[in-house]
T-cell receptor, first 110, second 112 residues
């Protein structure tokens, strides 16, 4: 039931782009994206509800393909501050259970 | 507005001991949840609650109990600690499971 994230790790230079994918074997009601820096709590980035919408947040945006049960997080012109571990969280159906993936570690170097 | 608070921040237990991890929020959120985080495993849902008096199991509920007597508090109890419960525990709250989750700072638990 845990969503699958890919890739597991990404290394970037400042200014480069990255895509993180999240997929589920079950129908999704919502997809959440969070970023966690080392030793800190996860911090909210965005939520996408079923309907195939795309959202944007500064240079970070995401899409949700309800039919394919997939979501992707797009990071453009990456900054050093983007470094951290990114988690997608999925709610299967309308179950009130928010299940997170195993995370994608992103490192941005100067 | 303190947000989500967790106590203690660090705890060391011996196998077989019991303890309660405290979680409180002052945002009037109905939805609260507990996650454990282990290296390479991501965040795994232990228990969650959609409101006072209502709790349900998550992915990894064995060895943990919860109760929700008030909207503000959602304590997590370890009845007989085991080394496999060594982890970082996060409490989160929100208006619902489909809303922004606000995470507490975490409790780092070591069971010897």
């Amino acid at each position: 039931q845990q969503p699958v994230q890919s890739p597991q790790a990404v290394i970037l230079r400042e200014g480069e782009d990255a895509v993180i994918n999240c997929s589920s074997s079950k129908a999704l009601y919502s997809v959440h994206w969070y970023r966690q820096k080392h030793g800190e709590a996860p911090v909210f980035l965005m939520i996408l509800l079923k309907g195939g919408e795309q959202k944007g947040h500064e240079k970070i945006s995401a899409s949700f393909n309800e039919k394919k049960q997939q979501s992707s997080l797009y990071l453009t012109a990456s900054q050093l501050s983007y470094s951290g571990t990114y988690f997608c969280g999925t709610e299967v159906g309308n179950t009130d259970k928010l299940i997170f993936g195993t995370g994608t570690r992103l490192q941005v170097f100067p | 507005n303190a947000g989500v608070t967790q106590t203690p921040k660090f705890q060391v237990l011996k196998t077989g001991q019991s303890m309660t991890l405290q979680c409180a929020q002052d945002m009037n959120h109905e939805y609260m949840s507990w996650y454990r985080q282990d290296p390479g495993m991501g965040l795994r849902l232990i228990h969650y609650s959609v409101g006072a008096g209502i709790t349900d199991q998550g992915e990894v509920p064995n060895g943990y109990n919860v109760s929700r007597s008030t909207t503000e508090d959602f304590p997590l109890r370890l009845l007989s600690a085991a080394p496999s419960q060594t982890s970082v525990y996060f409490c989160a709250s929100s208006y619902s499971s489909a809303d922004t989750q606000y995470f507490g700072p975490g409790t780092r638990l070591t069971v010897l």
